[in-house]
Nanobody, 126 residues
């Protein structure tokens, strides 16, 4: 069992930055690819970014490419999502998720992820 806890959300003006953290406990994250997803009110959960279990490869949604960076430190059992140049349309609840490294890390189908955090709210004002 892996427990994931997100933090770092908040309210920011458009053009600003936030760094989300995803701290894991229970098992080492070294055996899991990590993903970030988001869900805005009235919309389906959508993929944001993913990183391999070793950290050597990443993949981003087109909507965040060049603005967001996913990273991880397996020694700290933590993953991050650095979000720069935030836009109003980035407003959503953000969730981190862990997928067994037995799967390929992409494509990032939500149904492949075994563990999910509770989410952290990001609000970007125009």
């Amino acid at each position: 069992q892996v427990l994931l806890v997100e933090s770092g959300g908040g309210m920011v003006q458009a053009g600003g930055s936030l760094r989300l953290s995803c701290a894991a406990s229970g098992r080492t994250l070294a055996n899991y690819h990590m993903g970030w997803f988001r869900q805005a009110p009235g919309k389906e959960r959508e993929f944001v970014a993913t990183i391999t279990n070793s950290g050597d490869n990443t993949y981003y949604a087109d909507s965040v490419k060049g603005r967001f960076t996913i990273s991880r430190d397996n020694a700290k059992n933590t993953a991050w999502l650095q979000m720069n140049n935030l836009k109003a349309e980035d407003t959503a609840s953000y969730y981190c998720a862990a997928k067994s490294s037995r799967f390929t890390f992409a494509p990032p189908f939500p149904s492949d992820y075994n563990y999910w955090g509770q989410g952290t709210q990001v609000t970007v004002s125009a």
